[in-house]
């Protein structure tokens, strides 16, 4: 039975944290960046080396595809993403795409000829943190949104998507979703709690949670804070601060929901001027629909009960996605063979899988982080636990292959 070389993924972990990495041990690798071109111009180097053809479609996502035995059969696509939060970490996203390079390099070594070919995937912009939305990339590909309506969309500087496609080289010649795939299945840590808190190694992901992301405009009157009496304020920051808390108790009213002011941008902003204006940005998740109904229902109510001049703009949603039970079954199947202790979970966080799904049969393994942290510098996974799930992702691959 083949398994992959723990220690030279985990050396590409170390390698990779270098491009945009952080004084604190993280890393900044916002989409589209200097520092994400820098790491996509390395995995590329390093999957030719291999032996994979390159193919980088008009919104940047990237498919290294290293041949199988017949070529008139679709390839199982392994990967993830390669950017990362503002202070992320060293994991999340690049795990699985780094896994799909090991699991390249295995094959290759122990001369294990597939019969699909293997595309490893880096899919552009899965954080939505300089671009909204997120899991642009996948969005595109699985025709979700627009190629021509993603390009124009601006970061906080009016730069547009296609600027920065442009800018760093990566917007490619290929036609978005050119290829089908026979399966797709993605590594990621779990980037919570459950599999630590249960000493469970790997996690089988049978479905990721809806999202729904919402901006507001919250515009009061810009005034003197030493003159102006406490009774005639129109302090847009003390109605965001209303809202920032009914964010919260909607979410602990609507378990297991979660909501999150994320972002909140203060004008004009400084210490003695009574805040005219707040932007700010809400994501709001649960596994099912109808509880992302109640709990956009309950914001709405909120705010219309706060008095202030408040506009409440709904800009995107992703449904909850119920993977396939085949993948499921042999991610479920892989992790016994290797002798890991594995459960079901369903993802808090969004993956690009969760478009991929309504593509081709989709799921994704999860391994442990450390004191469930992610989005976070201090975000960890051991060699081990990177390793164990690469080796589920080889068994799984290994599994589909045959069918
Ligand atoms: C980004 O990583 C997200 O899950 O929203
Ligand atoms: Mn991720
Ligand atoms: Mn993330
Ligand atoms: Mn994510």
Redesign the pocket.
Known sequence: MPAINGDRLWADIVATAGFGGTDKGGVTRLTLTEEDRQVRDWFIAECRSLGCTIEVDRIGNIFATYPGEDPSLPPIAVGSHLDT?PQGGRF?GILGVLAGVELIRTLKETATVLRHGLTVVNWTN???SRFSP??MGSGVFSGASRLEAIEALIDRDGKTVLAALETIGYRGETAVGHVGFAAYVELHIE?GPLLEATATEIGIVTGVQG?RWFDVTITGTEAHAGSTPMAQRDDALVAASEIVLAVRDIARRHAPGVGTTGSAAVGPNSRNVVPGSVQLQI?MRHPFEAGLDQMQAALEQAIGAIDARVALSHIWSKQPVVFDPGIVDAVRASAATLGYSATEVVSG???DAAHIAGRCPTAMIFVPSKDGLS?NEAEYSSPEECARGADVLLQTVLQIDLK
């Open positions: 939060q999340d899965e954080e939505g997120a899991m980037q999202v994501d966080a969004g993956h989005h």
